[in-house]
Structure formats: C-alpha cells, structure tokens
T-cell receptor, first 116, second 114 residues
C-alpha cells in the first residue's frame, strides 16, 4: 500500500546552517513526488515536484530535493536557511497508473524551526 | 481573486448549529478536494470531486455533506458537529487531465466546535 514517512517531526537549526528534511515512501508503481510548505495560519504551498527526468529538482526559496528510486526517498535540502523558512514541511506522493493518478498521500509533516 | 479562496477563514459553531464552508478556484481546474488537518495527525482526504461528480468519500461521517455545483465551487455543509471535528479544513484543486497534477490549496477555514 502507498505510504509516506517523514522521519523527523521537528528539526531545529540555526540560521545560515544547511538543513535536510527526510522523506521515504512505499509504492509498487511509479510515483509523482511533491514537497509542500505550510506557514502558520495558512494553506499549503508547493515548494517543488518530481514527475520524471532529472532526479535533482529545484524549487522556490532556494530549496531542492533529490529523488532516489532505489532508496524510495525524496529528501528536501537547503544549503543555508533563513528565519523566514520556519514552517511545517509536508512530503506527498501520488501514484501513477498510466492514464490516471491516485490520490495525493501526505506524510505527517516536519516542523522546521530556524533559530537566530 | 486568483488561486483558491476559502470563506470564512474562522468559524466557531455550537454542536447544534448548521453552517457551510465555501471554496472557489479561479484556475480552470477540473478536480476539487476537501481535507481535514488536525493537530498531530496527517492531512486527511475527505472528499474528491471531478467535473462536479463525487469520486471519493473517505468514510466521512454524514454530519459533513459536500456539494459541488460546478467545477469552480465546492461547499462543505456542517450540522450537529462534535468537538473532535474542530480542525483546519483545507480545500484544494488540480488539473488532472495532464501533468503536472499538483494540487493548489486555499488558506483554510479554522473551525472550532463548542
């Protein structure tokens, strides 16, 4: 069955330090992968997505993620974080059935807290 | 207005009240979704509509009643709710006929049931 695991519920980090938020998924078919960010009292905003092609994808706000098919992972990284990156980050997976797609399945989220 | 809008942004209701949440998308998408976001729980998909037809109901209690009069509007009618229904309700839309298939979310309605 399809599932998404975000290994860290909270990640504290100092400003200008690098950060990696981990995401692993399980699926028996090919998938589309997404990272969303949620700022306090707001909805979810798409950071980046992987559909096909290059396994390294770049998104908004300096974030990037790498799809690793053998490890079924899609970890999110940023080389230098800012205070404004403090938010909750959600990894999501959508199964690809060829002519249609499954529902978007979300991980439980990782709260990134950037300290000065 | 652009993107996905939701009204109201905040709602407090008693257990015997009847209220409705509204969602509107200005993106020309064909699919619309209701999600529930509770503290310490993953996002829960509640309903899916595709071209106004309900294609998914994830075992949602009947006190939640969705309505999709057209591809741009989605409602969630609420009646006789329970305190555990207090949560952030998010609406989303997507274009599923071709890639990239991502969902666009509204800002949510923060619901408190007293």
């Amino acid at each position: 069955a399809q599932s998404v695991t975000q290994l860290d519920s909270q990640v504290p980090v100092f400003e200008e330090a690098p950060v990696e938020l981990r995401c692993n998924y399980s699926s028996s078919v090919s998938v589309y992968l997404f990272w969303y960010v949620q700022y306090p009292n707001q909805g979810l905003q798409l950071l980046l997505k992987y559909l096909s092609g290059s396994t390294l994808v770049k998104g908004i706000n300096g974030f990037e993620a790498e799809f690793n098919k053998s490890q079924t992972s899609f970890h999110l990284r940023k080389p230098s974080v800012h205070i404004s990156d403090t938010a909750e980050y959600f990894c999501a997976v959508r199964e690809n059935y060829g002519g249609s797609q499954g529902n978007l399945i979300f991980g439980k989220g990782t709260k990134l807290s950037v300290k000065p | 207005e652009t993107g996905v809008t939701q009204t109201p942004r905040h709602l407090v209701m008693g257990m015997t009240n009847k209220k409705s949440l509204k969602c509107e998308q200005h993106l020309g998408h064909n699919a619309m979704y209701w999600y529930k976001q509770s503290a310490k729980k993953p996002l829960e998909l509640m309903f899916v509509y595709n071209f106004k037809e309900q294609t998914e109901n994830n075992s949602v209690p009947s006190r939640f009643s969705p309505e999709c009069p057209n591809s741009s509007h989605l409602f969630l009618h609420l009646h006789t709710l329970q305190p555990e229904d207090s949560a952030l309700y998010l609406c989303a839309s997507s274009q599923d006929r071709q890639p990239p298939y991502e969902q666009y979310f509204g800002p949510g309605t923060r619901l408190t049931v007293t």
